[in-house]
């Protein structure tokens, strides 16, 4: 059965940090451009960042630059997502998902996501 599955996320106070990670199930993870995404109450869904499967290659949204990492362990078939300097405004649900293309974080399949709440 395919299935990504993300843990990690909580409640964390502004300037706080978290580590979100993905855990891939019945593919090959690394076969795939893979990335995080997420949406806050109310708000449309925004990519947040992507590694490229041809050669590790990363974006990011300018919201998280310099603040968010995407890793990934292709020995654990996981991503991961380590996120400092956290703001309110980063609260949302976070999905990791496997992307058609990182330059569009355009996601194709998702799991069902954690909830990142971060407090002021």
């Known amino acids: 059965e395919v299935q990504l599955v993300e843990s990690g996320g909580g409640l964390v106070q502004a300037g706080g940090s978290l580590r979100l990670s993905c855990a891939a199930s019945?593919?090959?993870?690394?076969?795939?451009?893979r990335g995080w995404f997420r949406q806050a109450p109310g708000k449309e869904r925004e990519g947040v960042a992507c590694?490229?499967?041809?050669?590790?290659?990363?974006y990011y949204a300018d919201s998280v630059q310099g603040r968010f990492t995407i890793s990934s362990d292709n020995a654990k078939n996981t991503v991961s997502l380590q996120m400092h300097s956290l703001k309110p405004e980063d609260t949302a649900v976070y999905y990791c998902?496997?992307?058609?293309?990182?330059?569009?974080?355009?996601?194709?399949?998702w799991g069902p996501g954690t909830q990142v709440t971060v407090s002021s």
């Open positions: 590694i490229s499967n041809s050669d590790g290659t990363t």
């Open positions: 998902a496997t992307v058609f293309a990182c330059g569009r974080l355009i996601p194709d399949y």
């Open positions: 019945g593919f090959t993870f690394d076969e795939y451009n």
